[in-house]
């Protein structure tokens, strides 16, 4: 059985970076469309970024593109997922998920309804 477990979040101040981490075993990621969403307090769940397996090609969400870089680490057994967040500010304030999906293809990336394993999240706060 898979599962997603991320690292990495805290509290900041406006313009400052952080580097999420999503710990993934237990199941083969290495084939899997992997990505990140968040969810701010009182807010519907929203497409941060994904990154295709095997040519990794990336998208991003319109907030945080040339933000925010996502990134994958593969291997058999247990795989890492990054996201290098620069310049924050407030409204990326948030829950973070990382999520995956049995799929080498991009069609619907942004569609959390096609993601099969999530991880916990962690929280990011930035302060103005």
């Known amino acids: 059985q898979g599962q997603l477990v991320e690292s990495g979040g805290g509290l900041v101040q406006a313009g400052d970076s952080l580097r999420l981490s999503c710990e993934a075993s237990?199941?083969?990621?290495?084939?899997?469309?992997m990505a990140w969403f968040r969810q701010p307090p009182g807010k519907e769940r929203e497409f941060v970024a994904g990154?295709?397996?095997?040519?990794?090609?990336?998208?991003?969400g319109d907030s945080v593109a040339g933000r925010f870089t996502i990134s994958r680490d593969d291997a058999k057994n247990t795989m890492y997922l990054h996201l290098q967040m620069n310049n924050l500010q407030p409204e990326d304030t948030a829950q973070y998920l990382c999520?995956?999906?049995?799929?080498?293809?991009?069609?619907?990336?942004?569609?959390?309804?096609?993601?099969?394993?999530w991880g916990q999240g962690t929280q990011v706060t930035v302060a103005s």
């Open positions: 990154i295709t397996p095997f040519n990794f090609k990336t998208y991003y």
């Open positions: 999520a995956t999906r049995p799929s080498q293809s991009a069609i619907e990336i942004r569609a959390s309804s096609t993601y099969n394993y």
């Open positions: 237990g199941h083969r990621f290495d084939r899997d469309v």
